[in-house]
């Protein structure tokens, strides 16, 4: 029934977006980079834990600030209280009234940052919204030469700080993550601190709120977080060791490439570009 | 606690894309078209119903034989087989005997058409994968002038025929829809016979599989469709009327200026651009 069989599309896709990944030709160790667990979150739901990698080359001040609220414990016993259809989930009631510890509610917005002295390996590709895009130590970015700032950008899966009206009304106490097709217009809107390694499906896959922009309802709708630490503190043996691909390794490049320009049979047209929030950031479980 | 509220972006977006949406500034009757009972299937799950309309202006074969197929039963008791996080939702299990009734099992692809004669709506920004985007009678769609052809494009919501290796080898049996960010590779790979206008996150929120490629390993995981029906075939009470923005209105093109641009107290920074993925396709209730 090879006719019939469902399409097969994308076997490589599925398997570089998956922690488990281990390709038949395997790159070389040097291509991969252990993810740091001091900056490191595991988020743990009933449903299982979503790590996220944060990212201080972005935010440095927001990853500090957010690592001293978990460190008090301030995302213990919060809810994800807002998921919004292609657009975010999003976590931190903001009538929760959660230890602060040394953290501050508000910092001014890292919207963007220069972009000297950050490794940018550069995509050749046009963007729709951006002047330039490519990676920074594995975060999907954009960098603007008339100005010399760069600023990750809002692919599936990245994390970041809600806000209000005003551009320091953020500081952590409330995240999201993007649960769809990326909502590129937020970039360099708000702080971006980090993107999902592992279990955006966990968030992907919540009910959405029925109520305006996703909100829940009911807190009777919210999903509990039972815990948030950071992964350098909990003991080794509990930890989800990830490694992720470098993205300034010529292995990215050829995985870049053969997204581009696809050679498998069932492709009858090469799409011959690539967008900057459909490469694959390769991640996987270390082998021990 | 004003300051400490969640991000309040894009009420416009959420209000946009739902279809209940009654906006406050009401465009003119004329701006909206109704959805065509004769071109629209309901697949009825037990969470609910989703609304799809289907699109003869891009693959007219593959719709004819996808109402045949409907009429036939072929999909009643179907299953959903097949969920890939950040990528699609797709049923149609090959294994299973529905009837055919006057529909054939494949067909020649309809990835592309001749753009002549398409009522092509263009969008003056830039895009990563084609030469020029836009939309055709609420479709996002693409064409090419060094070719003459169009195509419509795989962004969220879109659905599409699951094929094997062969172009000809899908006929709509199997059928997926994109649950992610926009898969633009598959534009021109692919037939594309429509868009779900309500009830898409029905099929977001369904548990990923756990094979490769997000197939289901267990049949006990698949969710069942209980029928499918083209609308026209339901008894009137029984519709889902919804009327879609027509993509060639002034208001349409206000609606892209305010997303490009967006003038709201939140935004710090304008995108000015916009891609044809983001652009918001509102849908609403008919009004009785």
């Known amino acids: 029934m090879k006719k019939?069989?469902?399409?097969?599309?994308?076997?490589?896709?599925?398997?570089?977006?998956?922690?488990?990944?281990?390709?038949?030709?395997?790159?070389?160790?040097?291509?991969?980079?252990?993810?740091?667990?001091?900056?490191?979150?595991?988020?743990?739901?009933?449903?299982?834990?979503?790590?996220?990698?944060?990212a201080p080359q972005f935010a440095p001040n927001h990853v500090t600030n957010i690592k001293a609220l978990v460190r008090a414990k301030y995302f213990d016993q919060q809810r994800i209280n807002r998921v919004q259809d292609n657009f975010v989930t999003q976590w931190g009631d903001p009538n929760f009234a959660g230890p602060l510890g040394d953290a501050k509610r508000t910092l001014p917005g890292e919207f963007t940052r220069s972009a000297q002295g950050l490794p940018f390996v550069p995509l050749p590709d046009p963007d729709t919204y951006a002047p330039q895009t490519g990676f920074v130590d594995g975060f999907p970015a954009a960098r603007e030469s008339a100005t010399g700032a760069a600023w990750a950008v809002h692919c599936y899966g990245m994390v970041g700080v809600g806000r209000g009206n005003e551009s320091d009304s953020g500081g952590g106490t409330e995240l999201y993550a993007v649960n769809g097709h990326a909502p590129r217009h937020l970039d360099r809107n708000i702080t971006i601190v980090g993107r999902i390694v592992q279990g955006m499906d966990l968030l992907a896959t919540l009910p959405r709120g029925k109520g305006s922009m996703g909100f829940y309802q009911q807190p009777s709708e919210h999903t509990v977080i039972k815990t948030v630490r950071v992964a350098a503190d909990v003991p080794e043996a509990e930890r989800t060791a990830l490694?992720?691909?470098?993205?300034?390794?010529?292995?990215?490049?050829?995985?870049?490439?053969?997204?581009?320009?696809?050679?498998?049979?069932?492709?009858?047209?090469?799409a011959g570009k690539i967008e900057v929030c459909n490469v694959p950031l390769p991640v996987r479980k270390v082998r021990k």
């Open 243 to 270: 490694e992720a691909m470098r993205t300034d390794s010529p292995e990215f490049q050829k995985n870049i490439e053969g997204r581009r320009n696809r050679k498998d049979e069932w492709y009858k047209v090469a």
């Open 4 to 54: 019939h069989a469902p399409f097969r599309f994308c076997i490589a896709t599925f398997a570089l977006f998956t922690a488990g990944f281990v390709g038949a030709a395997e790159p070389a160790t040097s291509a991969w980079r252990l993810i740091d667990p001091a900056n490191t979150l595991y988020m743990e739901l009933d449903s299982g834990r979503v790590v996220i990698e944060l």
